[in-house]
């Protein structure tokens, strides 16, 4: 129940908030008491990859704290014009895994179709913030090349829904995109991966739960939360209405320096989201995306978090350290040490 005393962002519905996101700094500053007479640099990362948050988001953040660990993920600095060696604008290759628009193809059972290049939120770290989304708009003309592709491919059983975030995309354009997947007698696992329960847990709603319930499909959600501070009561009731609606919830972090390097701070986080009936799947290793350098944590320090983390959870609450590595057929898990 929404309460009465509730701000204004908070009593409209997940399009309008997805409409009123904040996208200029000097909003954000006002929102978050900042003073950015300091930080005049920011505004030469905004040409490269632009400011974009919901309310929601922002409402989890302290104010007046510029280390606060959801604002660094959305927060342009000037570090992310620095030329980085081993960076790139691909890290991940996928320009050479593309062989329709809108549709990657890099493991051998599954495909990734981009269902739009639309999100609620712009993280610094994302390793798509120079994907050519142009060259791969999946609109529904694009579905047939994508679907024929898959229909030749028979040993493709799973499909996910990417972007952009998928969960951007109107319930209607949903629910045709999986009916069209689901009439696929081989396709038998649909798979989203999306920030929105977090970042704008409005968009969690019966009739979105509808678009993507199908009886001949095992339909799972991987939630990409980073820090515990994500999960408000808010953001509680949105999983577990998915919990409910019968969806696998898996949860992936990436491992990104001020904001998640400590094994107290991702222990919280999936004692929390295993409350709301989340496991914990894979905490990345940053992929090396041009502007994203200052987020890098390094190999022995990643591998001692996660030995932290084996000791003081349950194996089923410890995710898997992996990188993902062009060319490999899956992703690669770090040894620990
Ligand atoms: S694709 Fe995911 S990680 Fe990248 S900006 Fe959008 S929500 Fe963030």
Redesign the pocket.
Known sequence: MIPLNAPHWQTTDWQQQYRDMIRSPEQLWQRLALDPGDRPDIQTALADFPLRVTEAFVAKMQPGDWSDPLLLQILPQAQELNDQPGYSNDPLQEAASNPVPGLIHKYRGRVLMVTTPA?????R?????AFPYNDNRASQDDWRAALDYISAHPEINEVIL????PLSAPDDYLHQLVDRLAALPQINTLRL?T?LPL?LPARITHGLIDALTRPQLHTVIVV?ANHPNEIDSDTVTALLELKRAGFTLLNQSVLLKGVNDCAKTLTSLSKQLFDCGVLPYYLHVLDKVNGAGHFHVDDAKAQQIMQQLLASLPGYLVPRLVREEPGQRSKTPLALR
């Not at 990417?162 to 975030?165: A, F, I, K, N, T």
């Open positions: 999100c609620a939120v712009h993280c770290y994302c390793f798509r913030r990417s972007g952009g975030d991966h920030r970042v990409h």
